[in-house]
């Protein structure tokens, strides 16, 4: 069973910095890609960022291109997503996402699913 973790959401000013962390559980799991989404009120779910596991290779959506940066942690299996100049567009529930096996990774069919963490921010 493989359970993804993530949090470090909260309230931030625009301009400022917040880091999202993920970590997935489960002792043989080893992942393809892991990624990041978000959704805001009323909208759907959207990408933001993706990191081939394999590769290293990591995808982006154009909106937080140049702001928004995800790289693995030093942990077993756990991601981060590092967002500088925030902004108010940017206030959503952000889900990591996890699959083992290959999938588009800038696609929503992600096998796994965290249970997603609360940006605000402030204008």
């Known amino acids: 069973q493989v359970q993804l973790v993530d949090s470090g959401g909260g309230l931030v000013q625009a301009g400022g910095s917040l880091r999202l962390s993920c970590a997935a559980s489960?002792?043989?799991?080893?992942?393809?890609?892991m990624g990041w989404f978000r959704q805001a009120p009323g909208k759907e779910r959207e990408f933001v960022a993706a990191?081939?596991?394999?590769?290293?290779?990591?995808y982006y959506a154009d909106s937080v291109k140049g702001r928004f940066t995800i790289f693995r942690g030093s942990a077993k299996n756990t991601v981060y997503l590092q967002m500088n100049s925030l902004k108010p567009e940017d206030t959503a529930v952000y889900y990591c996402?996890?699959?083992?096996?290959?999938?588009?990774?800038?696609?929503?069919?992600?096998?796994?699913w965290g249970q997603g963490t609360q940006v605000t921010v402030s204008s």
């Open positions: 990191i081939n596991w394999g590769r290293g290779s990591t």
């Open positions: 996402a996890a699959d083992d096996l290959s999938t588009p990774v800038t696609g929503s069919k992600y096998k796994y």
């Open positions: 489960g002792r043989t799991f080893s992942p393809y890609a």
